[in-house]
C-alpha cells in the first residue's frame, strides 16, 4: 500500500506541474495574441492616412528632439533617382535622420539592400534589420532577412511618413484632423 500512495503523490504532483504549466502557455499565447491585435490596429490606422497627412505628422515627429537628430540637406540637391518620388523628396531634403533609440537613414548610404537583392537600402534600426524600399516605389520595409520572398506576404508602410509615425508617432495613433495641424510651424535644423 505505501508503494501505491507513493507513486499516487508523484503521478498527482506531475499532473499538476503539466496543468500549471499548460495554463500558463494559455496564458502568454492569449496576451501575445492581444498585442499582435493591437499593432496591427496601429498598423491599420497608420496605414490609412492620406500622404499629405502623414507627412505633417512625420514632421512633427521628426521636429521632437527627444525622438529624433535631423540634419537637413543644405544644399538641397536630388536625392538619387532609383528612389520613389516621396523618398527623393525625402532624402532631398533630410541628409541624415538619426532616431535617439537607434534608427538610422543616412542619404549617403543609401545602397543595394545586403539581406534583398530586390531592395534599395535607406537605412538600418538597433537591431540591424534594414530600412528599405523597392527601386522606383515609396512603400517602406522592415526586413531582416527572414522574410518570405513573396512580395505580398510582407508588411509595407506606404511611405517612409507612414513609417516615421508608425514607429514614433502618437502612441496609440489619433484620428487625424486638419485643425490639430492649423497654425504649426514645422521647422527643422541641424544641431
Given amino acids: 500500500m505505501p508503494r501505491f ?5 508523484i503521478a498527482l504532483s506531475i499532473l499538476a506541474s503539466l496543468y500549471f504549466v499548460t495554463v500558463r502557455l494559455i496564458v502568454m499565447w492569449s496576451r501575445s495574441d492581444k498585442i499582435q491585435r ?16 502623414a507627412k505633417e505628422r512625420a514632421f512633427l515627429v521628426l521636429a521632437d528632439s527627444k525622438k529624433f537628430r535631423v540634419t537637413e540637406n543644405p544644399t538641397n540637391t536630388n536625392a538619387p533617382t532609383e ?5 527623393q523628396e525625402f532624402f532631398g531634403r533630410f541628409e541624415t535622420v538619426a532616431a535617439v533609440r537607434g534608427e538610422t537613414s543616412n542619404r549617403a548610404s543609401i545602397s543595394p539592400s545586403a539581406l534583398r537583392s530586390d531592395f534599395i537600402r535607406l537605412g538600418t534600426d538597433l537591431e540591424f534589420a534594414e530600412i528599405v524600399a523597392r527601386p ?17 506576404a510582407q ?6 511618413y507612414h513609417f516615421l509615425i508608425a514607429y514614433y508617432g502618437d502612441d496609440p495613433p489619433r484620428p487625424w484632423t486638419k ?12 544641431d
Fill in 5 to 9: 500512495v507513493f507513486v499516487f503523490l
Fill in 83 to 87: 528612389l520613389g518620388k516621396t523618398l
Fill in 38 to 53: 493591437e499593432v496591427r490596429q496601429r498598423l491599420d490606422v497608420v496605414g490609412a492616412l492620406p500622404i499629405s497627412e
Fill in 155 to 160: 508588411e509595407a508602410y506606404p511611405s517612409i
Fill in 136 to 152: 522606383g516605389e515609396d512603400a517602406v520595409f522592415l526586413i531582416d532577412g527572414s522574410e518570405p520572398t513573396d512580395p505580398q
Fill in 179 to 190: 485643425s490639430q495641424s492649423a497654425g504649426n510651424t514645422i521647422e527643422l535644423r541641424s
